[in-house]
C-alpha cells in the first residue's frame, strides 16, 4: 500500500489539535489530521449555548491559522470583570473586584465564541487549507520509531511523520501508549453549562460569583436574531446536586439560576440545553516521549473556575508550532521536544495550582475563610498594580 509522508501527524481534531493543524499547515508545513469521530456537518447547527472565553494572549495562534477571520458568529468582547462572594439567594457580598479594561490599554480582556462557531470556523479551514489531510472519522494505530512514527489509518493509507502531536484529549490513548502516567484531583463536582436570554443588556460584563458550592460564572455572548441579549453560565456544584438539578424542569433549573444570579439582567429564560460536566483537574508527567508531543486536555486538564483550559492549549499548540517552524531541521528532534515542554509544562502546572486553590479556599462555607477571601478581595479592589496582575493573567499575559 501508498505510504504518505507528512511532517508533522496530529490525532485528535478538537480544538487544540484542529487549530495546531490550521497553524502549521498555513506555514507550509505536511500535516495529516486524525479524529475517530466525525466532525460536525458544515451547516449551521442549532445554537447549544456552549461557549469558551478566550483570553486575549491565545489569541495569536487563531488569527495566524486564519480560523478567527472564519468565525461565522462574531465573537463577543469581554470589557469588565467581576468577581465576588455570595451564598444564593442573598444578594451578592458589597466586597467586591471590579476589573476594568480601560484600565489596562482599553482592548478587551478575552472574547466569549460559541463553541459552535469555533467548530464550524476549524471546519471550513480543516477541509480547505492546502497541505492538510485530514482523515475523519478514522481509527489511526501509531507505532512511534526512533527516526519516525508510522501511522495506520484502518482500511485506508500508511502515513509516515516525523511528529505525532497527541490531541486526543483527556483520556489520550496515545498517552497511555507512551507510558505516561498522569495525576488526578477529584472535586467531587460538577458543572452545569447552559445559556439564557435576558431582558437588560450585559454591557461585555463577566461575572464571577463565588458560592459555596463553587463559582457561578456569567459570560457576555453575542445577540442572535431570536434573542438581543445572552449569556452563557459556567456553574459548579457539589456531584448529588448538581445531577438534581439537570433533572429539574426548565422553569425550577431558572430559577435556581437566578437564586445565584440575582436580578441585575431582568427577566431571565433558558435558551437550548443544559449540559453536565464531572469536574476533575488531572495533569500529564511529561509531555514528551520519542517522536510525542502531548498538547492541551491530554496533557492537561483543569477546573474551569478561570475558563482558562482551552487557552492552556492553545498556547501549547502555538509554542509547539513556534519551535516546530523555527527549526530548519527535524520538527520531532528530541532537544526540540524537552525545549516544547520547558516552555510548557510550569506555565501549565502553575495555572492548575492556581485554579485548585481558587476552588478549595472558595467554594465553601467556612466563616473564617470567608471572612479571609472578603478581606483579601475588598484588599484587592484597592490595589491598583495587583489589580492590574490579576488583569493581565485574564488576558493571559500574566
Ligand atoms: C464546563 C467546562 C467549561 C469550560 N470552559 C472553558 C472556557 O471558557 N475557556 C477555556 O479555555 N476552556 C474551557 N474549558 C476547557 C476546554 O473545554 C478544554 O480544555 C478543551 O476542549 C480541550 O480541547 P482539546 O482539543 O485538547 O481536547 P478535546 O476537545 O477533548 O478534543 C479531543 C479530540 O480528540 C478526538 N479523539 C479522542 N481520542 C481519539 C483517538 N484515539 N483517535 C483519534 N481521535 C481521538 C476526539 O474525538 C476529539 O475530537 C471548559 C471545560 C469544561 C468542562
Redesign the pocket.
Same mark, same amino acid.
Request: hydrophobic content about 45%; glycine content about 20%.
Given at each position: 500500500m501508498e505510504q504518505h509522508e507528512f511532517d508533522v501527524a496530529i490525532?485528535?481534531? *478538537?480544538?487544540? +489539535?484542529g487549530a495546531l493543524a490550521c497553524r502549521l499547515a498555513q506555514a507550509g508545513q505536511r500535516v495529516a489530521l /486524525? $479524529?475517530?469521530?466525525a466532525l460536525p456537518p458544515m451547516e449551521h447547527p442549532d445554537f447549544d449555548g456552549r @461557549?469558551?472565553?478566550?483570553a486575549r494572549g491565545s489569541r495569536p495562534l487563531l488569527d495566524q491559522s486564519g480560523v478567527w477571520d472564519a468565525l461565522p458568529i462574531a465573537p463577543c468582547p469581554i470589557l469588565d470583570i467581576r468577581v465576588t462572594d455570595g451564598k444564593p439567594g442573598r444578594p451578592a457580598s458589597p466586597l467586591h473586584l471590579h476589573f476594568d479594561h480601560t484600565e489596562v490599554g482599553g482592548e478587551p480582556f478575552g472574547w466569549i465564541v460559541e463553541a459552535r462557531a469555533l467548530r464550524m470556523a476549524l471546519n471550513e479551514k480543516l477541509n480547505t487549507m492546502p497541505g492538510l489531510s485530514l482523515f475523519a472519522p478514522a @481509527?489511526?494505530s501509531v507505532t512511534r520509531h526512533a527516526g519516525h512514527a508510522d501511522i495506520a489509518i484502518a482500511g485506508g493509507p500508511k502515513l509516515r511523520a516525523k511528529l505525532v502531536v497527541a490531541? $486526543? +484529549?483527556?483520556?489520550?490513548?496515545l498517552r497511555k501508549e507512551a507510558g505516561i502516567a498522569t495525576t488526578t484531583l477529584p472535586y467531587r463536582q460538577s458543572?452545569v !453549562?447552559c445559556a439564557i436570554a435576558h431582558e437588560l443588556p450585559h454591557d461585555g460584563v463577566a461575572l464571577e460569583h463565588f458560592l459555596p458550592g463553587g463559582p457561578f460564572a456569567l &459570560?457576555p455572548m453575542t445577540g442572535n436574531e431570536a434573542h438581543e441579549n445572552i449569556s452563557a453560565i /459556567?456553574f459548579t456544584e457539589k456531584t448529588a446536586l448538581a445531577a438534581r438539578l439537570m433533572t429539574l424542569d426548565d422553569a425550577a433549573f431558572t430559577a435556581e439560576i437566578a437564586r445565584r444570579l440575582g436580578n441585575h439582567l431582568g427577566r431571565i429564560a433558558l435558551v437550548g440545553k443544559r449540559w453536565g460536566?464531572p &469536574?476533575a483537574a488531572q495533569y500529564a508527567q511529561r509531555y514528551t516521549a520519542t517522536r510525542l508531543a502531548l !498538547? =492541551? $486536555?491530554?496533557a492537561h /486538564?483543569i477546573h474551569?473556575i478561570a *475558563?482558562? =483550559? &482551552?487557552?492552556l +492549549?492553545l498556547r501549547d499548540a502555538e509554542a509547539l508550532a513556534g519551535l516546530v517552524l523555527g527549526t530548519a531541521g527535524d520538527p520531532g528532534a528530541a532537544d526540540l521536544l524537552a525545549r516544547y515542554q520547558a516552555a510548557r509544562r510550569p506555565a501549565n502546572m502553575l495555572m492548575l495550582a492556581a485554579t485548585d486553590t481558587l476552588d478549595r479556599l472558595f467554594s465553601n462555607d467556612n466563616p473564617v475563610l470567608r471572612l479571609a477571601r472578603d478581606v483579601g478581595i475588598a484588599a484587592v479592589h484597592r490595589m491598583p498594580r495587583t489589580r492590574r496582575f490579576f488583569m493581565r493573567a485574564a488576558m493571559g499575559e500574566g
Open positions: 490525532i485528535g481534531a *478538537g480544538p487544540v +489539535g /486524525v $479524529d475517530r469521530a @461557549a469558551y472565553a478566550i @481509527a489511526a490531541a $486526543d +484529549g483527556k483520556h489520550s490513548q458543572a !453549562v &459570560l /459556567v460536566y &469536574l !498538547v =492541551g $486536555d491530554s /486538564v474551569p *475558563g482558562q =483550559g &482551552l487557552n +492549549g
